[in-house]
């Protein structure tokens, strides 16, 4: 079947010279256009040169971010070849990265270490110790490894992040801490060491400056004597020797004799038994455990502690005789005192109405002493911190917040407990509890 065509529009008749000017119009259309083409080309030009800076900028600022972490990352695709190391894992595993890039990080995990695409299914977000293969040594020392999956732009998974740091250096920095808190615990017994010795050079003092004064005028009597003697062997008669004696007071120096050498004999004994209570002391934490009086203890304890203060309140004592518990005087006394120091601090200042009281007991098997205060007790919020180390609500250099932690490794070392409430008329008491001798 043959159709038909329709016409063809037929063009008005145009003139010669209508024709050049139409054709010079459209060039000059087509010029602009150009131009305006050109000079949109140069814009994005521009645009997109300061993009790549800004660009190239933002990653510098990522590699130079990357490379100067010390902890190791690996950045790998979702078929687990690697993308991305930072210089970190260079280092560690002494190799470079164009060998690296590309590679299944799964052949670099040393033996057994593998796959990790299994760890990203367990999903647990716990560290794993992993070694990865060394460059010249066969395997690197084990790193501490945490695994996450990366994220594309709409956040679907695209890959895996491994992010980790050598094992030795976390080892070392806790070994550091350990050091550092071991230290001060020792500062925190030379502290109470120091308030020991300040506390017995005080108690020395008083029989000492009592011997020294009492030898002092034994010396001046035996010179009297000497010279009433030396007049005497001379054969002289009775006047004159009894004008010696009355001269020399010689009957006075008799009278006073006995008392004399009784105060030296006294201060001597004094001396002798603050000596032999400082040997029971003993701060070594080795040997067995030993019989110690509690109540002795915590008498003598109160004692030391009030003799470095300045008109303290004396501590009231409802202590019997004898609290027999099988343990380390020494390590007990520095319990004791660090518990009578924290309650002479917290009435500081409450003047006539501070009180301190002293209580123990023994029942059924069981050794308790407890020290009350009227001081403001302890906020609530820090009953479970006291004991923490390092806390204190003293200001610095007043408070290491080591005392009551101290203690209580002190006391559960020894089988019992210590714990602090607060009392319903205010103030703090604490509590400790000791196997006793049954
Ligand atoms: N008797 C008490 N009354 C009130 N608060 C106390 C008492 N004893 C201890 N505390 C609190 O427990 C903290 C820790 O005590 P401690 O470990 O001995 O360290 P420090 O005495 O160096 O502060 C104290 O700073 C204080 O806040
Ligand atoms: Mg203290």
């Not at 029971?280 to 509690?294: D, E, K, T």
């Not at 050794?367 to 390092?390: C, H, M, Q, R, W």
Request: glycine share 10%; proline share 5%.
């Amino acid at each position: 079947m043959a159709g038909r065509q329709p016409p063809l529009p037929v063009a008005p008749e145009l003139a010669d010279g209508d024709i050049a000017q139409a054709q010079e119009a459209a060039w000059i259309e087509v010029i602009r256009k150009m131009e305006e083409v050109y000079s949109d080309l140069i814009q994005y030009e521009i645009e997109l040169e300061e993009k790549n800076t800004a660009l190239e900028e933002a990653q510098r600022f990522i590699t130079s971010v990357l490379s100067s972490v010390s902890d190791i990352l690996v950045v790998c695709d979702s078929k687990g070849r690697i993308q991305q190391v930072n210089l970190a894992f260079l280092r560690l595993t002494d190799m470079a990265e164009i060998d690296l890039i590309g590679q299944p990080i799964d052949a670099l995990l040393a033996a057994g270490a593998g796959p990790v695409s299994h760890w990203l299914e367990a999903a647990s977000g716990e560290d794993r110790e992993i070694r990865f293969v060394h460059g010249s040594t066969g395997t690197t020392d084990p790193v501490a490894l945490t695994c996450a999956t990366l994220l594309d732009h709409r956040g679907l998974p695209a890959g895996t992040v491994l992010t980790g740091r050598p094992v030795g250096e976390l080892r070392r920095a806790y070994e550091a801490l350990k050091q550092a808190q071991a230290q001060l615990v020792q500062q925190e017994k030379m502290a109470s060491l120091g308030r020991l010795i300040a506390g017995v050079a005080h108690e020395l003092n008083n029989p000492i400056s009592f011997i020294v004064g009492n030898v002092h005028v034994l010396t001046k009597y035996r010179e009297r004597l000497e010279a009433y003697l030396g007049v005497i062997h001379q054969g002289v008669d009775e006047t004159e020797r009894e004008a010696l004696r009355r001269s020399l007071r010689i009957d006075t120096l008799m009278a006073d004799l006995p008392a004399l050498i009784a105060g030296t004999q006294e201060g001597a004994q004094r001396v002798a038994d603050i000596v032999k209570s400082l040997k029971r002391l003993s701060f070594s934490q080795s040997g067995a455990a030993q019989p110690v009086n509690l109540a002795e203890i915590a008498e003598n304890a109160v004692q030391w502690v009030i003799k470095g203060r300045k008109a303290p309140p004396v501590p009231h004592l409802e202590l019997p005789e004898i609290l027999l518990v099988p343990g380390h005087a020494g390590q007990l006394h520095q319990v004791m005192v660090n518990l009578m120091e924290n309650a002479l601090d917290a009435v500081e200042g409450q003047g006539n109405d501070a009180r301190i009281t002293v209580s123990g007991r023994f029942t059924s098997g069981t050794v308790v002493v407890e020290i009350t205060d009227s001081g403001p007790g302890i906020a609530t919020e820090n009953l479970g911190k006291v004991f923490d180390p390092f806390f204190t609500t003293k200001p610095v250099g007043q408070g290491t917040g080591l005392g009551l932690w101290i203690s209580y490794g002190i006391v559960r070392d020894h089988g019992g407990e210590l714990s602090a409430e607060n009392v319903a008329s205010g103030g703090a008491r604490f509590r400790l509890t000791l196997p006793g001798f049954s």
